[in-house]
């Protein structure tokens, strides 16, 4: 694991770290946000019984979109050609749904941000539609669940943190 923090430079102020010697190379990063409510609410967003319409085609394309403008979101981020988003969103329970954010590219850095960046706005998205009639809904365990490829190689978050 390594301990600096690359986007600081010699004196600790902030930059955009230099890729331009790194290798192109295939990269992956799929992330999770959990979104519990009342299940009247989940049976509304199934049903398609909302007034604003498909709940889960709307927060679906907002994450992709999210995920294509994360470099105008996150002051650090490399602006990035990404060959794939996919945004699915599952039921777990009665009362939560899985989002699921999976980036990939062929470059230079990584695309946890924006795998990050497209299941949380996903789940904002999901809220927004939604909290007319559920003020309460939770957004939870927003995190990385792997990454692959790159200078660092493969990682895949604990199983017993999923």
Do not use: F
């Amino acid at each position: 694991m390594n301990d600096t923090l690359t986007h600081l430079d010699q004196n600790g102020h902030a930059h955009m770290v230099d890729v331009s010697d790194k290798n192109q190379t295939k990269r992956s990063a799929t992330a999770r946000a959990l979104v519990s409510m009342q299940a009247s609410t989940l049976s509304k967003i199934l049903a398609g019984g909302l007034a604003k319409g498909d709940v889960l085609a709307t927060a679906r394309i907002a994450g992709i979109q999210a995920a294509k403008k994360t470099s105008d979101l996150i002051p650090l981020c490399h602006p990035l050609m990404l060959t794939k988003v996919s945004v699915d969103i599952k039921q777990l329970s009665a009362t939560q749904l899985e989002i699921l954010c999976t980036c990939a590219l062929s470059g230079k850095t990584g695309v946890e941000m924006e795998a990050l960046t497209g299941a949380s706005v996903a789940s904002l998205t999901l809220y927004d539609m939604c909290k007319a009639v559920d003020k309460g809904i939770t957004i939870e365990t927003l995190k990385l669940l792997e990454k692959t490829g790159g200078k660092s190689g493969d990682w895949r978050a604990n199983d017993d943190n999923n």
